[in-house]
């Protein structure tokens, strides 16, 4: 059974160049979150999605972060334009509705600006 | 107090010790709690869920104390592979999966 597909699993830009990361959600979650974890703030919540739609999206730092799923097996991360402060590993997570059930990562993409 | 708080670490303890950490939290209606195991460079995966009575898995055993808002996780006979980082999660204010809360995590070290 598959898991939670992200890509790429690394990328390394310069800054100002656009970023677009990509997830693939497990079958049947109706939640989708996109996450950012560094050494010195931990796991953060960027945003979350149910059934598609974004629920909270009150964690992206600023305007240069969005993040859109267009349908239940595929959602987006952009950042434009990047920042060396962006480096950071981002999850993407996906679970069942239930409070009770726990949310299932992804492999990461570890992201470094230059 | 922080929302969801946890001793960083390292603990550093030999094979076969008894480890023990705990994770408070600042909402005494939170509903939901875990504990997740991070290994380094990997994605944070569940260990298990904490139940109000209190459950084990094996070596593993969790508590809940609602009256002083913290969490445990008790580890018997550690193995090296027991080295990862443990992160305390709380669904602070119900409902929502949305509100899940991931503490920073305690790194633990099983040595030979």
């Known amino acids: 059974d598959a898991g939670v597909i992200q890509s790429p699993r690394h990328e390394v830009t310069e800054m100002g160049q656009e970023v677009t990361l990509r997830c693939k959600p497990i079958s049947g979650h109706d939640y989708l979150f996109w996450y950012r974890q560094t050494m010195m703030r931990g796991l953060e919540l960027l945003i979350y999605f149910n059934n598609n739609v974004p629920i909270d999206d009150s964690g992206m730092p600023e305007d240069r972060f969005s993040a859109k799923m267009p349908n239940a097996s595929f959602s987006t991360l952009k950042i434009q334009p990047s920042e060396p402060r962006d480096s950071a590993v981002y999850f993407c997570?996906?679970?069942?509705?239930?409070?009770?059930?726990?949310?299932?990562f992804g492999d990461g993409t570890r992201l470094s600006i230059l | 107090r922080k929302e969801v708080e946890q001793d960083p670490g390292p603990f550093n303890v030999p094979e076969g010790a008894t480890v023990a950490f705990n994770c408070t939290y600042s909402?005494?209606?939170?509903?939901?709690f875990f504990w997740y195991r991070q290994d380094c460079r990997k994605e944070p995966k569940l260990l298990m869920s904490?139940?109000?009575s209190g459950n084990e898995d094996g070596r593993f055993t969790a508590q809940l104390n609602r009256a002083s808002q913290y969490i445990s996780l008790l580890i018997r006979d550690s193995k090296l592979s027991d080295s990862a980082t443990y992160l305390c999660?709380?669904?602070?204010?119900?409902?929502?999966?949305?509100?899940?809360?991931f503490g920073k995590g305690t790194k633990l070290s099983v040595k030979p």
């Open positions: 997570a996906s679970s069942f509705l239930d409070s009770n059930q726990p949310q299932h």
């Open positions: 904490v139940y109000s």
């Open positions: 909402n005494s209606a939170s509903q939901s």
């Open positions: 999660v709380v669904n602070l204010y119900g409902g929502s999966q949305g509100n899940l809360i």
